[in-house]
């Protein structure tokens, strides 16, 4: 491979590095070739970009990318695509789906996500219960709104109580 193709290569991953805020690198070795369309098809659908890689050009895109990733360089062995989401647990809902359903690959090698790196594939399941940006906006929304369904739920049936109680006063007295 020419050098010049190499620095392109190089800067494209970086770029995808600083585009998106969570990427997965996995091992998907022994996928056969509609094994493999059936997860690029699968990352299309969950908006993960897939990217099979030389660990070398990854490795030299980590350095030149922003931030710390010298904890990843380690995972960068044999076979190595990356997972690029701006979803961080999207990865490993889907690895998990296809790991445990239908293949033994993908295998989790490493993901950084939320700013944090996680090695290994017993990360899998943490990985999987991390909530995306719109379940936390979800969640305050019905933290937020349940006090307010607490007060109108007391007037209510408050309501019901004092009208039961005057009606009731209001009988004995006759």
């Known amino acids: 491979m020419l050098k010049d193709v190499k620095s392109a290569i190089i800067s494209d991953i970086s770029e995808l ?24 098809r699968n990352c ?8 099979v890689v030389k660990n070398t050009l ?27 989401c701006n979803t961080g647990n999207a990865p490993a809902k889907m690895i998990k789906t296809l790991h445990g359903k239908k293949w033994e690959k993908p295998v989790l090698k490493s993901a950084y996500v939320e700013e944090s790196v996680y090695i290994g594939a017993d990360q899998l399941e943490f990985l999987t219960a991390i909530k995306s940006k719109e379940e936390l906006i979800g969640d305050v929304i019905t933290l937020l709104q349940s006090p307010a369904k607490n007060v109108i739920s007391a007037l209510q049936s408050g309501s019901g109580t004092i009208h039961g109680l005057l009606q009731a006063i209001g009988e004995k007295n006759n």
């Open 58 to 84: 990854l490795k030299r895109a980590l350095e030149q990318a922003e931030g710390d990733y010298s904890e990843l360089y380690p995972t960068l062995v044999g076979n190595t695509a990356v997972m690029f």
């Open 44 to 51: 299309f659908k969950n908006e993960i970009k897939l990217l």
């Open 17 to 40: 590095i600083q585009e998106y805020n969570h990427f997965y690198i996995t091992d998907i070795e022994s996928l056969d070739a509609s094994e493999t369309s059936d997860l690029r």
